[in-house]
């Protein structure tokens, strides 16, 4: 059973915009704390924006300011609005709950790449 499917990525010139969408199963959305986390060639998966179900939401001093995340509850939809691209914003994107151990249960999705060129 697919836990996490992402959408949304593409190429986009610096300055763009792209949404991003995530699905999640209902054992990995019951969780309070979602997050989008980007992974680019050669670096270590960073975490991004955090959406706690109270909707307080945190972010990476590197995305402040230019990415939003929001949820709908309901649809079990975890959702990452980016703004003002810049090339260094080029990776492959990933929602998942905060939790370690809800990651190492069911793993992650297969990531939905964003490409932005100068």
């Known amino acids: 059973q697919v836990q996490l499917v992402e959408s949304g990525g593409g190429l986009v010139q610096a300055g763009g915009s792209l949404r991003l969408s995530c699905a999640a199963s209902p054992s990995i959305f019951s969780i309070d704390a979602m997050g989008w986390y980007r992974q680019a060639p050669g670096k270590p998966r960073e975490l991004v924006a955090v959406s706690i179900s109270d909707d307080t939401t945190n972010y990476a001093d590197s995305v402040k300011g230019r990415f939003s995340i929001s949820r709908d509850n309901a649809k079990r939809m975890l959702y990452l609005q980016m703004n003002s691209l810049k090339p260094e914003d080029t990776a492959v994107y990933y929602c998942?709950?905060?939790?370690?151990?809800?990651?190492?249960?069911?793993?992650w999705g297969q990531g939905t790449q964003v490409n932005v060129s100068s």
């Open positions: 998942n709950a905060i939790s370690p151990v809800i990651q190492n249960t069911y793993g």
